[in-house]
């Protein structure tokens, strides 16, 4: 079974491999990092404002057809319509800035009001040819506008999104196709629209399937582009960048938020008596260890050669000695030599050490790991100066 996986995951799915759990993490947008999602956002908003340039000129060109094709009663409300879909298409293509503060509100928002005129531009554009006389053109062109909804799913497949996104996405536009199958009166029914429903849901399926493998390529690209190659950890740059954000995330919402700066105990001492693989070993198993006692919202960070940050949203400093506790008690790792690979810890929270900036905060836990450090190491000192001495 795991071989079929993996040839599945190699072969078929992506090349960059796929494991069980990222697929889950493919179907919902919570696991997403800061950085992947400030990224998504971008390209999102990127493909909005193309797609959108597009059809700010092409949907007043055809303009043109309905003129030609309807009587004027029909042919200039649908040009208005036109003009008023263009004039949104205009707004949504008009250069603007990634929001620094909720880059993925704003690139759904766009997404959503994108998706959403086609649509209702189907459904005003019903109301407007329903008593007009049809000839055979005009049949063809108000079939065409009927297929709307359905190229809006189509449409779907260029965007990063997730599963779950994409399903929500899909159902005001369904409804909406819906609403226009069922305008004159008449109930749903297999023969005359079970064959759109069907093609919907097809075009939803395959906007799933392109929407998850675009969002794993570039999540694996992105992760790739911003962690430190050895441990996986965040690269100092990226996670000043994370760190930034979810400052300014805690101060707006004025939340706690807690910075750990760790500094390994005798690290050289590992170098030097058991060369530099047994030290690299050593960061990447204290890394390892740390990952398992931190949530999928925290984000680790290796600030220089055995010095790691760890960003941990909503931790009130009240908690913060229990979580060390059980956070020691998992254990860093084993000394190469034997007995427990050890850290200076430094605790500094945003609201209980009144810190303005995230710089702030950074300074204030590496002040208090020096402390911890020449306190006799194996501790952490905490918001307070309080002493949390782990040595038995
Ligand atoms: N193996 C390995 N060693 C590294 C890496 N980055 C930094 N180091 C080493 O980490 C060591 C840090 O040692 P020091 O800062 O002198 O301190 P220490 O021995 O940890 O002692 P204290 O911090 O005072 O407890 C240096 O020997 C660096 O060469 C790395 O990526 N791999």
Known sequence: MKTLWNTISRHIVAPTQISAGQVLGLLTPFSRSVHVRRHAAAVII???????????????????IDVLVFEPAVAWPLVALRLGSAAVFVGLAWP??????????????????????????????MQIIEHSAFSDTQRLVAQ??????????????????????????????????????????????????????????????????????????????????????????????????????????AAMADKPLTVLFFDLDH?????????????????CTFVERLRQSLRRSDVLVRWGGEEFVAVLPDMPARELAAFLRRLRAAGFGERPQGGALTASIGAAERQADGALSWNALVELADQRMYGAKHGGRDRAVLPGDEVLSFTA
């Not at 990127?46 to 949907?59: E, H, S, Y």
């Not at 189509?154 to 996405?169: D, M, Q, R, S």
């Open 144 to 249: 065409l506008y009927a297929f709307m909804p359905t190229i809006v799913l189509g449409g779907l497949a260029v965007f990063p999104l997730t599963a779950l996104e994409i399903l929500l996405l899909a159902l005001p536009v369904t409804g909406v196709a819906v609403l226009g199958m069922t305008a004159d009166g008449e109930a749903l029914n297999l023969a005359s629209h079970g064959a759109t429903l069907w093609f919907m849901a097809m075009m939803m399926g395959v906007a799933m399937f392109s929407g998850m493998s675009q969002s794993h390529y570039m999540e694996s690209l992105v992760l790739k582009a911003l962690t430190d190659p050895l441990t996986g950890a965040y690269t100092r740059r990226s996670g000043s960048e994370a760190l930034e954000l979810m400052f300014r995330l």
């Open 267 to 283: 690290f050289k001492a590992i170098n030097d008596g058991y060369g530099h693989d047994a030290g690299d070993q050593a960061l």
């Open 46 to 64: 990127a493909r909005v404002q193309l797609i959108a340039m597009l059809f700010a000129v092409l949907v007043p060109l055809w303009a043109v």
């Open 96 to 125: 603007r800035e990634l929001s620094s503060r909720r880059p993925y509100a704003q690139a759904m928002v766009m997404l959503v009001v994108m998706l959403m005129v086609p649509p209702v531009f189907y459904l005003a554009s």
